[in-house]
């Protein structure tokens, strides 16, 4: 019952360690695939074989496709060529073919030299299709039947042929691999008749997707719809395959970790932070900080442009950093608000003058109640507090009216850039904080200048 | 076929228009559930009523389940008790809770009034638990088979009873309401014998959350084992529900979009962007701008600190804004990463040295290569190209050794934060870049500051 990995490993290599292998067999039979995977993820690279030859062969299959593409090869490295063509041929072919793209080469012949021809077949399909494509992720293993069976025939093939495929939940109508319709086994289950034709239970409306349809619009509909699994047809409309809505799920969580990778100026990754290591991690963070490092010239141009006024009125300088990050604090508030929107499908490019009436109104209450605070906290904090004279009150009122006017450029360049980027095919995603940052921070400086000049010089 | 939903919304307004009810009939019954409530959402409110009644009975219900509560609300005002009545005991009790969550008072207790005995029992017996706990998000309407029933006795229930539970195709064992184990529909069709009993075919080994178990680790548990539904059972092992993987998919969406709204520094909000109002946006997003305005105000003493400094090499303001926009944001990308790494579980708190080793390693390689890049800059950009004679060579080490130590500082803090949050049992995916950001700023003019009296002076 519940949650007991953390235990359950520690378990499992005290057995091992003691070579009590047939308890360690009938305590794997009790575990989860995915379980399984985990303590093989923490166990000593020698051990690895030796643990997994304990499992039964099923589970084995199963757990070796949870595993991290290290230990897979590891295993295969370790594998007779019996052993591998039962591991192979056991697995679900998206499974297999998620393996053949990620081992070297070497592996991948020894790989395909022991699956079955069939197998074979389908790994190769698959790995025609672009990468991230609903092709590219779905597999082959579904049930079909033919519109003319009787619903008793309908459940002896799902009987006859079940055990191999992904799901059988939702099985799909073909004639001539042209889809038909689509048929729960609770639709055939609860049939009045078993000897009603397919054609009459099934679903004609079946959503599919295209072979080349994006992995992310695939996971979306799933999700949306709610299906067990999406059949994907080729450009003359035959079925193909099916994607499952599990792997929908892990799509999608996927898809949202590139989105916070690059709101935060990163270049996706796809393996786990722990995976990675710091040449890596360098090299997806570097070209977005040397970009906006060297774009931040335009704000020190600025800054120096003003330099003798900054010299007259040192006390200036003092509230930059104050100004500079309420702006982009603002502005990414927009831009972030606005990607996820975007990526959850709720906003349109048609929406843009609601979102930006939206966020003006939001940047004006935003606006003054930050420079009525702001104002407050100068006379009450920076002057009465810390006694800082220098501050006059037209300082302070510059300061103030530059705030307001920075949340509301900031609101407005923020929640612009990423409807902008979508509609001319850009990720909105890169238009998040780092970059909404940079642009107001010229902006507001030149406001704060500009004021200044006209009030105080 | 394919996605139409757009197109369809149309064609549907225009029918609607012309009154063609009859063809508008069989429109709609060639749609899904979620296609139909898109078409609701866009409709004019007087023609909500008129449209939903054209709908046949069950996709009502589906349908009804899928629209925003202003519309739920809007048709139950205009619905008869008999209407109410048909729509409400059509729904999975899931839904119904919520419906009855999100409407007013006087509407949920005609809701109450209408739903049957046994699902007003249901409903309310779900809304006794707390708020994003397992067993306010879970239903009722499961298959529960006994251990003695043969594998033809469970198909037949399944049959008798299926119609009306969330899904057939995992079903729980139970004697007593104890949960034993559960069968999926595929054991059951793929079983040797009918005779078997389903003690024989079950799967002891059942994974189950607690009734207060939070959402988010029922959804993590769905997807991390690909599972149809996870039983739900109270602190006495008694199975009173269960939550599916839909379910799932659409907790694991929401949970994200609260975090990385938190990580822009804003409330997360449960409203769309678009069904938001410029009050409610302020409000969610005020607090954290005040807060971390209100904050700059060490920033703001450090650099009134170093006035007289600042006066005699004006140059140094300048850079300001660049060293801290790029500690901001090496800052934020080791944040960001941790909290998303921590969020999906790839992290714990014990793997804290590993973390900081990792980004420390990395910060030298992004602080080594920035700095290069900065002085290089200043060089050719700056005093070459731009001709600024007042950035002298030890200015411009100064800034580069500043640079080097911001991203090192910035790395560590961004790393180091998230988890100590965690460990306190705060939320991680607060102490992201706003945060972040504003803390590195202080350190980073510190650092600059220090350096320069250093050289400088």
């Known amino acids: 019952m519940a949650v007991h990995s953390v235990t359950m490993e520690k378990t499992i290599l005290a057995l091992l360690e003691e070579k009590k292998y047939q308890t360690l067999k009938d305590v794997l039979v009790t575990m989860e695939p995915a379980d399984i995977a985990a303590v093989f993820e923490e166990l000593k690279e020698e051990k690895v074989p030796l643990l997994f030859r304990l499992l039964p062969k099923e589970t084995a299959a199963e757990a070796f496709a949870e595993l991290e593409p290290e230990r897979q090869e590891l295993l295969i490295r370790g594998f007779s060529d019996t052993e591998l063509r039962e591991v192979v041929n056991e697995l679900y072919v998206d499974d297999a073919a998620d393996l053949v793209e990620e081992m070297p080469a070497n592996v991948v012949k020894r790989i395909l030299a022991q699956?079955?021809?069939?197998?074979?077949?389908?790994i190769?399909?698959?790995l025609r299709y672009p990468e991230n494509s609903a092709g590219s992720i779905m597999t082959?293993?579904?049930?079909?039947?033919?519109?003319?069976?009787?619903?008793?025939?309908?459940?002896?093939?799902?009987?006859?042929?079940?055990?191999?495929k992904e799901t059988i939940y939702t099985c799909y109508v073909t004639s001539g691999r042209k889809l038909l319709g689509a048929v729960s086994v609770k639709d055939l289950l609860l049939a009045e008749e078993d000897s009603t034709p397919v054609s009459e239970v099934m679903d004609e409306n079946v959503i599919s997707v295209n072979t080349l349809t994006d992995q992310e619009e695939v996971a979306r509909l799933l999700s949306k719809y709610n299906f067990l699994a999406l059949p994907v047809v080729d450009t003359?409309?035959?079925?193909?395959?099916?994607?499952?809505?599990?792997?929908?799920?892990?799509?999608?969580?996927?898809?949202?970790?590139?989105?916070?990778e690059k709101m935060a100026g990163m270049i996706?990754?796809?393996?786990?932070?722990?995976?990675?290591?710091?040449?890596?991690?360098?090299?997806?963070?570097?070209?977005?900080?040397?970009?906006?490092?060297?774009?931040?010239?335009?704000t020190g141009m600025i800054i120096t442009g003003f330099e003798s006024a900054l010299a007259a009125q040192v006390a200036l300088t003092a509230f930059i950093p104050m100004l500079m990050d309420t702006g982009g604090n603002s502005g990414s508030q927009a831009s972030v608000t606005?990607?996820?929107?975007?990526?959850?499908?709720?906003?349109?490019?048609r929406d843009l003058p609601v979102v930006i009436w939206k966020e003006i109104q939001t940047a004006v209450l935003c606006g003054v109640a930050l420079a009525t605070l702001c104002f407050v906290k100068i006379m009450?904090?920076?002057?009465l507090l810390l006694g800082n004279t220098d501050i006059s009150l037209l300082v302070a009122a510059v300061v103030c009216v530059t705030m307001a006017f920075t949340v509301l450029i900031a609101k407005i360049v923020g929640c612009t850039l990423p409807m902008a980027a979508k509609k001319v095919g850009f990720d909105p995603a890169v238009m998040a904080s780092p970059f909404i940052t940079t642009i107001v921070d010229?902006?507001?400086?030149?406001?704060?200048?500009?004021?200044?000049?006209?009030?105080l010089f």
């Open 115 to 122: 699956a079955d021809p069939q197998m074979r077949k389908e």
């Open 124 to 126: 190769n399909e698959i």
């Open 140 to 164: 082959t293993e579904y049930v079909s039947l033919r519109p003319d069976m009787t619903v008793a025939d309908a459940l002896t093939r799902i009987r006859r042929t079940g055990v191999n």
């Open 236 to 260: 003359d409309g035959r079925m193909v395959g099916i994607v499952t809505f599990d792997d929908a799920m892990d799509i999608i969580v996927e898809e949202t970790t590139e989105d916070i």
């Open 268 to 298: 996706p990754s796809e393996k786990s932070y722990l995976r990675s290591n710091a040449w890596e991690l360098f090299r997806h963070r570097i070209p977005w900080l040397a970009l906006l490092m060297v774009s931040a010239t335009f």
């Open 338 to 349: 606005v990607i996820r929107a975007l990526s959850l499908d709720e906003l349109e490019f």
């Open 380 to 383: 009450l904090v920076d002057r």
């Open 442 to 455: 010229a902006l507001s400086l030149l406001v704060y200048f500009g004021i200044a000049s006209a009030l």
